[in-house]
């Protein structure tokens, strides 16, 4: 496109859902209690992980670094998203559009890189219990998060930084309701040949690379529990990493469907509703699949409940 004589965009509006005001005032109830359910739920879990000795072990501290990084992926996005429920007119700089997609891919390259992680914390703990400590030590187990964020944030520095160099001469109306990488190449008019070419590189390697090791980790072991002589057992050892397996298929099943499939083929629509699911569900869906399936953090959730309501009835006698 010829960039000349062209008026420069110096901020974007969200359109996000549209449709009549009832329907959008509906869908911002919604979205506002899942977002604070999700808050509640994951700041609990962190809570939990800190405050019970007993947890405060390699696969919890995986567990509360994931609820940490579920409470800043949502409000990187869902606070824009239910604006624009309320308004029709969100508006957003372009610099901090850019920002915003940053901090979006970050986290999500982050969360890829943790649930990998985790998963290979999962197969050395059933598939070499006799090691385990020894693989998976305290000091490990802190690299390991270390690196998963550190990772996840160097991840989108390249195609953010080719981003920043592009020119928005108008529309400046984003199809959905957070800056995400097609409804900004689809507002640029520069050549975006580049910028998208890496940018769905680096989302694919990221996606794809830590699918196939959370996989591999997890047909391990399948394969491992399928040997094991007594049923309790194989029962036990499903259970322990049962959940973490429903995240991931819930996880994954979503962003592949978002972001590994060629440019060309984004349907703005669709993506909106499926980026609900990766942005606003799931960070909800994690605490209760955790708590709800795994006795450890039911049972320390008890305990820290009764101790409080002791602490609380002891100062109203003391009152």
């Not at 506002?32 to 405050?51: A, D, E, Q, R």
């Not at 598939?127 to 160097?154: D, E, H, K, T, V």
Request: glycine share 4%.
């Amino acid at each position: 496109m010829d960039e000349r004589n062209q008026t420069t965009v110096d901020e974007f509006i969200f359109l996000g859902f549209s449709g009549v005001l009832q329907l959008r005032l509906t869908l911002f109830v919604m979205f506002l209690i899942v977002y604070l359910l999700s808050l509640v739920g994951n700041t609990i879990i962190i809570f939990i992980v800190l405050m019970d000795s007993t947890l405060q072990t390699p696969m919890y501290i995986f567990l509360g670094n994931l609820s940490f990084l579920e409470i800043w992926y949502t409000t990187v996005t869902v606070p824009k998203l239910l604006a624009t429920c309320l308004s029709q007119v969100v508006t957003i700089s372009v610099s901090g559009c850019i920002i915003q997609y940053y901090f979006f891919f970050s986290m999500g390259a982050t969360e890829c890189i943790l649930l990998a992680v985790m998963a290979y914390d999962r197969y050395l703990a059933i598939c070499n219990p006799l090691r385990y400590s020894l693989l998976m030590s305290l000091q490990i187990c802190l690299r390991f998060s270390a690196g998963s964020w550190i990772g996840g944030f160097i991840a989108p520095l390249l195609p953010v930084t080719l981003i920043s160099y592009l020119n928005f001469c108008g529309p400046q109306k984003i199809n959905h309701f957070f800056c995400d990488s097609d409804p900004i190449y689809k507002l640029s008019c520069s050549d975006t040949f580049l910028a998208e070419a890496l940018g769905y590189t680096c989302s694919s390697i990221v996606i794809l690379s830590s699918f196939l090791l959370t996989m591999s980790s997890y047909g391990n072991i399948v394969l491992t529990i399928i040997r094991l002589s007594s049923r309790e057992a194989q029962k036990k050892a499903f259970s322990t990493c049962a959940s973490h397996l429903t995240v991931v298929t819930i996880y994954y099943g979503t962003i592949i469907f978002a972001y590994v499939r060629p440019p060309a083929k984004y349907n703005f629509t669709i993506g909106k509703v499926v980026s609900v699911f990766y942005c606003v569900v799931t960070p909800l869906v994690n605490p209760f699949i955790y708590t709800l399936r795994n006795k450890d953090v039911k049972k320390a959730f008890t305990k820290t409940l009764a101790r409080k309501r002791w602490f609380w009835a002891r100062n109203t006698q003391d009152f």
